[in-house]
């Protein structure tokens, strides 16, 4: 039996690593999201680094940079976290830095399992496919926000783990993965409104960001799944 | 406007401290319904310490010692975790030193906030009030289990929250309290039937401790409300 496990921080992942399990980073708003266009909209590779020292050294090799902090673009970047930036006459046949205030940390830490995977509703569908495909465990790890425990990101870890569940193969005893599904299921009836109360969104509005938030939350717009393998990612189906 | 936020572990306990706050600690099955019912019962002092080591030098002493870990009371101790351990005829006007695998640790990680308070869906309506009646922010903090999130620490913050926001000093735009108050408002219809998936419940039944799951979730039974001041847990209005 695969075993489903659910983690709502990266500053919890030393108590929920597996390294036999796929592991599915999510960052809703907006950097699994954004990810995913990236290769909906034909980016090569990108390349995520934690630190903007990183990143402004590939600038300074002269690599495309994405960079934000708190939902800020840094200066030295050509754009930020906005899945809206990553349009196919900016990003199409690229290879684009990229460094985010949660999400790229989040896949780092991610890489001790056995295959790491970027989720978002975007690629739902698909990523639950091929999970099932695999058979063997799966851990869901949301990126928070700043090690805090954020709800959209658990929105869509209860919405994957939910779906793989449908599969006899795969089973869970873990309360998170339980919550998550719960909290999916009473969210999905009206998800715009039930996004209205999370933090991130209220973050977003603040900076005139928010307008993405109903693109990061359409799903199957893409059977596209983004691979993160020997520090950079490419599509595992491309 | 004072505000409410919600951690759901100890290992994030560093993201969410708040020096000025009322921080609730909570530990359902069964640490902190276990301290509750030893107040009820007439307990004078509970010493709690996070280690068994220190538990067992206390014995040593000549202390009266609870000490469990992974629910299987220590040799060394006189009883462990239960809330049954700590009747009338064994408590009453006694000192006890109280080592338990998760909730202890809480409680003195809890010791950097402006008061800790032990919280029990047993003392639940008291410590509502009591708050309100503070007029500052509210931190509750939930044992877990061994760094993870769990399900029955999480609707009780979920039961707290939700009492405290009733009075409009209180707000919250944190992400983890959202949550708490929906999964609890989803859970309170039938209370024993949620409570079957939690993975504690799965622990306690596999060691035949499964019979004080209803007593923990029963509400209001007393006004009191135990408090950790200076390494120890008395009555905050005994």
Redesign the interface.
């Known amino acids: 039996m695969n075993h489903i496990e659910v983690c ?2 990266p ?2 992942y030393a ?2 690593e597996n390294k036999e399990a796929i592991v599915v980073v999510t960052d809703i708003l907006r950097a699994s999201s954004a990810i995913v266009t990236a290769f909906m909209n034909g980016v090569e590779r990108l390349i995520p680094v934690g630190t903007l020292e990183e990143a402004k050294a590939y600038k300074n090799q002269g690599y495309m940079v994405a960079a934000e902090r708190d939902g800020i673009v840094r200066d030295f970047a050509d754009f930020g976290n906005s899945p809206y930036n990553f349009s196919a006459d900016r990003v199409h046949g690229k290879e684009i830095v990229y460094s985010t205030t949660n999400g790229t940390r989040a896949i780092h830490l991610a890489s001790s399992g056995h295959e790491v995977l970027i989720g978002a509703y975007l690629n739902l569908g698909a990523l639950a496919d091929y999970i099932r495909s695999c058979n063997r465990d799966l851990l869901i790890l949301c990126a928070g ?7 959209e990101d ?1 929105l869509f870890a209860g919405a994957l783990a939910g779906l793989v569940l449908a599969d006899d193969r795969f089973t869970t ?4 993965t ?2 998550a599904i ?2 999916y299921n ?1 969210a999905k009836k009206d998800m715009m409104g039930y996004i209205e ?4 969104r ?1 973050r977003l509005k603040k900076n005139g960001l928010d307008d993405v938030i109903a693109y990061c939350h359409e799903i199957d717009k893409t059977t596209m799944i983004p691979v993160f393998r020997k520090k950079s990612i490419t599509l595992i189906n491309g």
């Open positions: 709502f921080s500053a919890l108590d929920y926000w700043k090690n805090k425990f954020n709800l658990t005893i873990c309360d998170s339980h919550g719960d909290l009473l109360k999370v933090a991130q209220h």
